[in-house]
């Protein structure tokens, strides 16, 4: 059974640590008096441009408590512009429910935009007009294992799924299961859709979407929910600060065993 939290006491932490940390917080859009909001750094001359999203299913809470998590610690550099989503579903976390209002899935809208929170979403990132060297996308699975990641690539993308994997296999295990979530895995790592146009698929996920129009590189981290909240929310940070780190040195050497 998962635990709720309140959407409106995690925003108000995560937009004081933000504030102290010298970003800027806008409000893209609300739903149901809860704020959408969108963390903003940008300096002069980026190293390079990051986004950052959890939430998007309200019952999978670890994720934006690692971005706050994070916030707090002042973790992210000075020098990258970063663009960070803290909780895409207020209205569900509110609920304890992975879908919002009217039980859509924000996850499979990024087509059909049935949704006020995805209408808002995909409207800021328009207006932003932005492209990132990597979307990174924290969510939870209640039936895992342990963890895993989704990796959708282009080239001349590095290549460190695994890497992550391996630095975050001493927080939390990892789901080695030959399949997950209905595509092939290996030790961890899906790569579903990494050759398909947005026109193959009817659903569009946040990710999908992003890699097709913003990003070449698009990392999606999964933790199991049946795991200590502390422990999944553990491997979000490591599993983002590594995925950073690996970007800043793309020379470093991928060593995971398959």
Known sequence: MSVQFEPEVLLRRFVSAADTAGFR???YGSVGGIPLLAAELSPVSPKMSVY????IHGDEPAGTLALFTLMSQRWFDADI???VLP???PLGMKAGTREAPGGIDLNRDYRALRAPETRA????ISHANSRYDVALALHEDWESKGF???ELLKPPCPDFGYSILQAVEPVIDIDCSPEIDGFP????LLRPHADDSLETVDEWPEQLYLRQNNTSASLTFETPSSFPIESRVMAHVVAVKTAINLLLAPRIENTFEI
């Open 25 to 27: 917080v806008i409000e």
């Open 52 to 55: 950052l999203s959890a939430g």
């Open 81 to 83: 512009a970063w663009h």
């Open 87 to 89: 909780l895409l579903n």
């Open 121 to 124: 979403h995909k409207a800021w």
């Open 148 to 150: 895993y990641l989704y």
């Open 185 to 188: 895995a290996r030790n961890g």
